[in-house]
């Protein structure tokens, strides 16, 4: 174990190395899809601070995992900060569980911090741990209505899943889905190179 600097915030964090051989707990894909109709421990639900239903994917992901069940579950939690996040069960969808993380957006100034994206993958990532989770679906965080750019939102998702990877012990495979080819194509490109 080392310690290295980050490139996004410049603060110390540990850095595994793998020695050859060595076996990676978690099998990291990019798919093309439909994440509400995804079945495995827990989807991603990019939700707002209030947790009301939203536009976008957390108006799909309400309406398909039945919105009066999903908004009475989430009525006690109140306001949540950006790249904090919860879980509740996932209802009707496929998926066990729904992890709600709020996703900064990119353009206000105070917002537009790369280490708040990536808050929100380590605060999933948590819950996964947390909660034992063998698979999980994790959409392009940030980069519909939130406008963060592709390349750098591909990044921040990659380095920061990357990042953790040893300490998902419980889990055998986490899936980033995107929603366009150009996800697709962007998100694919970055875990090779990262590999």
Known sequence: MLWQRCDLCGKLKMKFEYG???VMPVRINVV???????EADAIVNSANRSLH???GLCKA????AGEAELTTALQGYGELAVGAAIITSGFKLKAKHIIHTVTPKYLPIKEK???LLAQCYVSILNLAIQNKLESMAIPCLGVGHHMWP???AAGIALDTILWNRVKLASMENLSIVCFTNEQYDMYSQY?????
Do not use: A, M
């Open 32 to 38: 093309r899809g439909d994440i509400t109709v995804f």
């Open 150 to 152: 592709l390349e750098l």
């Open 53 to 55: 239903k939203g536009s």
């Open 61 to 64: 992901i309400y309406e398909k």
């Open 113 to 115: 911090n790369p280490c």
């Open 191 to 195: 875990l090779q190179k990262d590999r």
């Open 20 to 22: 050859e051989g060595d």
